[in-house]
């Protein structure tokens, strides 16, 4: 239990840095001449999640002792963390006005904040399935590797 504790600490101080770096990235990737949407990509708060969702369920697939909801339970946890973050950037955005990726990457005006950041509370809820449906592969081809077989194997 420990090590999911640290894992999960781990992980989120590294989404918190990644949705800090979003806030401030606009301005230093346009100098450096990478596109905006590269720029989107790369300080993206869902690539994070993914990274997590597979080194959660892939250490628990290859523990000796192996139980899927342990990893599902800080899973959906972390998910409730990096949406947060998500909505906290959206509101601290609106409060400053700063200008963000979907301003200038989308050629419509963005949603309200308290639209916006309704949007991705909801979507709290898909992103927490998809993830633990994904587990469930990664989980079921770790525990594959751990046995001596490969997962996807002909």
Do not use: N
């Amino acid at each position: 239990m420990k090590s999911h504790i640290r894992e999960f600490i781990i992980l989120a101080i590294v989404v918190l840095i990644v949705a800090i770096l979003r806030f401030f990235m606009q301005g230093w990737v346009e100098s450096a001449g990478i596109s905006l949407k590269t720029g989107s990509f790369f300080a993206s708060i869902d690539i994070v999640l993914l990274i997590a969702c597979i080194i959660m369920f892939a250490r628990e697939g290859l523990a000796p002792v192996r139980r899927y909801w342990r990893p599902a339970g800080w899973f959906v946890l972390f998910t409730a963390w990096c949406t947060i973050l998500v909505i906290a950037g959206i509101l601290i955005t609106a409060a400053t006005g700063a200008t963000t990726y979907y301003q200038d990457t989308m050629s419509k005006p963005p949603p309200a904040p308290s639209h916006h950041a309704m949007m991705h509370a909801i979507a709290f809820f898909p992103m927490a399935v998809i993830g633990l449906i994904l587990g469930v592969i990664i989980y079921w081809a770790a525990g594959l590797a751990r046995r001596g077989k490969p997962a996807l194997a002909h």
